[in-house]
T-cell receptor, first 115, second 110 residues
Framework: GAVVSQHPSWVICKSGTSVKIECRSLDFQATTMFWYRQFPKQSLMLMATSNEGSKATYEQGVEKDKFLINHASLTLSTLTVTSAHPEDSSFYIC???????????FGEGSWLTVV | GQSLEQPSEVTAVEGAIVQINCTYQTSGFYGLSWYQQHDGGAPTFLSYNGLDGLEETGRFSSFLSRSDSYGYLLLQELQMKDSASYFCAVKGPGFQKLVFGTGTRLLVSP
């Protein structure tokens, strides 16, 4: 079964509204999680590193005020797309390192459509 | 920074062998991974090379040459279900941060 769960899988929102995506680690603690964005037929682009109990680290070119990341517990990180616009429509996916060596777990991903 | 280049698309027939190349430029190197992603789904881990040479996992093998900053994924006995996108990825230091390559779309035909 999934070890990292993402919710919702699909979301449609109106332009100008905000939408929150959750990423949960199941049965293990994740002090660090990663958020990626993927446009159709393109690669996964790392947006930010989510750090439990501290501020997220954003990649160059990612607007921290638009993509709010909160990692308030050891099993939950949230990504909030604020004032969404149609160009924010994309596939958002999170990942978390496992507790053993090189293992990395991905969530199922969330499709965001802004209309 | 880090950049990983892959061919955009590769086509092959069932039963064939295909090689997907990846050339990378990184500041620091912590291994090369390969992931498969079907449309609409999450990436799934295929293989990892931390050292030079070939790693074999069933029908999939991966090769790394650190001196050439180059690796490849070899898929044998292709099946229709192998039609997907394939990404190479390098890890950043510390916390399993992955940077993905440009991706290769593999189309397997009957």
């Amino acid at each position: 079964g999934a070890v990292v769960s993402q919710h919702p899988s699909w979301v449609i929102c109106k332009s100008g509204t905000s939408v929150k995506i959750e990423c949960r680690s199941l049965d293990f603690q994740a002090t660090t999680m990663f958020w990626y964005r993927q446009f159709p037929k393109q690669s996964l682009m790392l947006m930010a590193t989510s750090n439990e109990g501290s501020k997220a680290t954003y990649e160059q070119g990612v607007e921290k005020d638009k993509f709010l990341i909160n990692h308030a517990s050891l099993t939950l990180s949230t990504l909030t797309v604020t004032s969404a616009h149609p160009e924010d429509s994309s596939f958002y996916i999170c990942s978390a390192p496992g507790q053993l060596g090189n293992t990395i777990y991905f969530g199922e991903g969330s499709w965001l459509t802004v209309v | 920074g880090q950049s990983l280049e892959q061919p955009s698309e590769v086509t092959a027939v069932e039963g064939a062998i295909v090689q997907i190349n990846c050339t990378y430029q990184t500041s620091g190197f912590y291994g090369l991974s390969w992931y498969q992603q079907h449309d609409g789904g999450a990436p799934t881990f295929l293989s990892y090379n931390g050292l030079d040479g070939l790693e074999e996992t069933g029908r999939f093998s991966s090769f790394l040459s650190r001196s050439d900053s180059y690796g490849y994924l070899l898929l044998q006995e292709l099946q229709m279900k192998d039609s997907a996108s394939y990404f190479c990825a390098v890890k950043g230091p510390g916390f399993q941060k992955l940077v993905f390559g440009t991706g290769t779309r593999l189309l397997v035909s009957p």
